[in-house]
């Protein structure tokens, strides 16, 4: 009787069990299953902010049902389209939380993914050998996903990723290796990136082809609104290459409207650029002045988000730094505890220890000093950027000059708020050292009207008549 009644408390208690952890496993499955359906709804018509709020939900519930893996997805998925609307120092922030979680699982997949956002993230800050490393590493540990189609999808989009890096780095001969991987499952950027480079050899018939290559691809496949926006912005800059600008402004406003409302603010930024050349070009300049003037600001922004996501980045691979060395080092204590009568020995590898640690850090101050030097060499590049700008009446000529001469340009504007645009392009021209005949020139003037201007500078500026007007500007 007692054992019947034993047997029968234990079958209760077995299904009991069984029925919790077929209710854990249907969560879960729930919760993969939602984020899947996310994903395909909002990446496709690009609302990062609600795939970032529908993802803070699901690691609550991750963390509840002790779903770490699923939690650790989140903080990636997070990652990820805050990468996409620039917001780089809170991603590396999430990335951090995914990093410091996986430390502790072997998961193929979601390692190549955290990778894959890290190298998304260091290019959009410039960082592009950075970018490689990450990258690789996505690779690598794309190789362990079990899952063929998983596999593939990271896969291409690492290879669309690096062929971009090598393009800034002008490795020509990877770009077109990693080209040549991408078009087995290529997306609308690849033909346009290609249709670019035929805007720059003069090829119009060659870069419509490619443009319209990526168009079609819209038609065929699930491609998420950002695509779209870039073939508009992409035919924008077709049309004013063959010189049919209000044709121009149609696709490059409907591109704007989609990147405005997504929060592309970089593909934003080259919209407002190539805005700016249509009205130009329409002899439109208060409309050119007003998109040269949203370019500018948004520059600017742009350019003090990624200064702070850059410093939270060195923060990062610092942290990172520190925590393997106090691994290694708390390693190091308790293989040796048993053995602590043999000094000679730990002594020999304390100080083998230290030597890591200071080749670690030589290693860190070198990349540091070779990233000052990439910056130091910018900026005397930046001057005769400036100038050929110049020549070339580019309408971003006045924001570059405010970059490069940015005390002269505030000083000048906050001093004398009466000054126009065309005063202040004039100023620029005489700040470069340009003559009245070069000046003349690029501004399509007469030697006559640009002495008249001088003249009239001088005056409203209160410089005395004697006074060299240009020597002024020069100690301006």
């Not at 690779?139 to 971009?164: F, M, P, T």
């Not at 780095?169 to 080209?179: A, C, F």
């Not at 121009?248 to 603010?265: H, P, V």
């Not at 998109?291 to 980045?313: C, G």
Request: aromatic share 12%; proline share 1%.
């Amino acid at each position: 009787m007692n054992i019947k009644y034993f047997f029968e408390k234990a079958a209760i208690c077995l299904l009991l069990f069984l029925g919790v952890l077929s209710s854990g496993r249907s969560a879960i499955w729930g919760i993969d299953s939602l984020r899947k359906e996310i994903h395909n709804k909002w990446r496709y018509e690009g609302d990062f902010n609600n795939i970032i709020l529908a993802e803070k939900k699901l690691i609550i519930k991750c963390k509840k049902l002790g779903y770490v893996p699923g939690e650790i997805k989140g903080y990636i998925n997070i990652a990820h389209a805050l990468s996409g609307i620039n917001r780089n120092k809170e991603s590396l922030q999430f990335l951090d939380f995914a990093r410091k979680k996986l430390s502790k699982y072997d998961d193929a997949e979601l390692e190549a993914h955290m990778n894959h956002v890290y190298g998304i993230n260091y290019f959009s800050l410039g960082l592009h050998k950075r970018a490689l490393q990450r990258f690789n590493k996505a690779l690598e540990a794309a190789k362990r996903i079990s899952n063929e189609k998983e596999k593939q999808s990271v896969q291409y989009s690492v290879y669309d990723w690096k062929r971009s890096c090598f393009g800034f780095l002008g490795l020509v001969d990877s770009v077109y290796s990693n080209e040549k991987k991408c078009m087995k499952s290529p997306m609308p950027m690849l033909y346009i990136t290609i249709a670019n480079r035929h805007f720059k050899n003069g090829n119009i018939d060659s870069a419509e082809y490619y443009i319209n290559k990526a168009n079609q691809l819209l038609l065929i496949k699930n491609i998420p609104v950002e695509g779209k926006a870039n073939v508009l912005r992409a035919y924008g800059k077709l049309n004013i290459e063959k010189k049919e600008y209000n044709k121009s402004l149609q696709y490059l406003l409907e591109s704007l409207a989609i990147t405005q409302r997504s929060g592309f603010r970089k593909r934003t930024l080259e919209t407002y650029k190539l805005l700016a050349t249509a009205y130009k070009h329409l002899n439109n300049m208060q409309k050119e002045n007003e998109y040269l003037m949203k370019y500018s600001r948004l520059n600017d922004s742009l350019r003090e988000n990624e200064r702070v996501a850059l410093n939270t980045s060195v923060e990062d691979i610092l942290t990172s730094q520190e925590e393997i060395f106090a691994a290694s080092s708390q390693n190091f204590y308790y293989g040796f505890a048993g053995i602590i009568l043999v000094s000679t020995v730990i002594i020999l590898v304390i100080n083998n220890v230290h030597k890591v640690r200071y080749k670690k850090q030589d290693k860190m101050l070198s990349e540091k000093k070779l990233e000052t030097d990439i910056l130091r060499r910018k900026l005397e590049n930046l001057y005769e950027e400036v100038v050929q700008l110049a020549i070339k009446s580019d309408p971003s000529f006045i924001h570059k000059f405010r970059e490069a001469y940015s005390d002269f340009y505030n000083n000048l504007t906050k001093e004398n708020p009466a000054l126009t645009a065309n005063d202040i392009l004039f100023c620029a021209y005489i700040k470069l050292n340009f003559s009245n005949k070069e000046i003349a020139e690029y501004a399509h003037l007469s030697i006559r009207t640009v002495e008249s201007k001088k003249y009239r500078l001088k005056k409203k500026l209160g410089i005395s008549s004697e006074s060299d007007f240009n020597k002024w500007i020069t100690k301006y």
